[in-house]
């Protein structure tokens, strides 16, 4: 009889999802459930109708809803119906699809640590909260997927990694970082021709949805929203805003990346101590979370012993991942000489797309942008 591992994507995916169906509907789950019900019945127009979001009835393109999501959402309600729990279990696919991309990722650049570093991954306060019904699951799963299929190298996957990003982009916005992604992959392994063709493909794509939009509505969702969240005409302010949402998330990234961060330690043979040392600070603010009042000041923005605490760690962690990129560029004992390997370059670039997209597309700072 075979064995089920708990590295297992199928296995994994398959906890996340029944835990993810035992949760009650939650934050923005009740807009995509309503545009679900519509896409069931109007499947020819997903925002031909009226919804009750914010204070008052608008326009459901005004709401920041990209298709994906609500299409499968309704595809599931026409097979069985608005029963929360059973639509949960119905994204299974896009939970898989995260757990074999991780793999995929883990066993091309850190071969050997897929075994503990998956269950890691997929079981840590990064993503077991950020499912539910809403849309980042299914744009990260599809934008790793269409990163590992392009770094398979052959023309065809070049044309299913530039669809595959299409789709994380119509998933949520945040994953235009896929084909940035794809393009630097492409420039450290001189893959160029091949990534103009993925990017091609995802332009492509992603444009004919909203040019149809446009056709149907006379607006694209995409450019609306993208006029909505672009802030002060002033470039002063505006950067200033942009700014204003380094803390809060440098400070999230150090309450999530717990397990991101021991496993780095560990992946440089730290010491034992260091990293029950470093477990044990993070048990602390843990406690800290539980135990100390919040005071609000302004929306997404307050000042508190937990909030400083965490936005520390998150430099630590940042500073320690940012150290992590140098070893992989520079051997020490050569002299700090170049590494001549493309994939050094490729995940170190990554690493500063990740950063820079998580300020440069979120218009407010939330734990589910660390993902």
Request: hydrophobic share 60%; charged share 10%; aromatic share 12%.
């Amino acid at each position: 009889m075979p064995r089920v591992s708990l590295a297992s994507p199928l296995v994994l995916a398959a906890l996340v999802t029944l835990a993810n169906a035992a949760k009650p509907v939650t934050v923005d789950d009740t807009a995509y459930l309503l545009y679900a019900r519509h896409v069931a019945h109007n499947p020819s127009d997903p925002y031909g109708f009226t919804v009750f979001w914010w204070s008052e009835p608008e326009p459901a393109m005004g709401v920041l809803c990209p298709p994906l999501v609500p299409y499968w959402l309704a595809a599931g309600v026409a097979v069985f119906g608005e029963s929360p729990a059973l639509l949960k279990l119905w994204l299974f696919p896009f939970v898989y699809l995260l757990a074999w991309a991780l793999r995929a990722l883990l066993v091309r650049f850190a071969r050997g640590t897929e075994g503990f570093a998956l269950p890691l991954l997929m079981l840590s306060p990064a993503v077991l909260p950020t499912v539910n019904l809403m849309l980042d699951i299914p744009a990260v799963a599809l934008a790793l997927a269409a990163v590992e299929v392009f770094a398979r190298g052959r023309w065809r996957d070049a044309l299913a990694a530039g669809a595959l990003a299409a789709l994380a982009m119509q998933a949520k916005y945040s994953a235009f970082v896929a084909p940035a992604v794809i393009v630097w992959y492409g420039v450290a392994h001189r893959r160029l021709a091949r990534a103009a063709v993925a990017v091609a493909v995802c332009v492509a794509l992603f444009a004919s949805w909203e040019l149809w939009l446009v056709s149907k509505y006379g607006e694209s969702h995409f450019w609306r929203h993208a006029r909505a969240s672009g802030g002060s005409s002033d470039p002063g302010t505006a950067l200033a805003d942009k700014l204003n949402l380094i803390p809060p998330l440098v400070g999230q990234l150090g309450c999530l990346a717990v397990g991101a961060g021991l496993l780095a330690l560990s992946a440089v043979r730290a010491p034992r101590w260091r990293l029950a040392a470093l477990a044990g600070v993070w048990w602390a603010g843990f406690a800290l979370v539980a135990v100390l009042p919040q005071r609000y000041t302004a929306i997404n923005q307050y000042t508190t012993a937990t909030t400083v605490f965490w936005e520390s760690v998150g430099a630590v962690w940042l500073l320690g991942l940012g150290g992590g990129a140098l070893v992989l560029l520079f051997r020490v004992k050569a002299g700090l000489a170049p590494r001549t390997r493309a994939d050094a370059w490729f995940l170190a670039g990554w690493l500063v797309l990740e950063c820079g997209a998580a300020v440069a597309l979120s218009p407010f700072a939330a734990a589910r942008r660390v993902i």
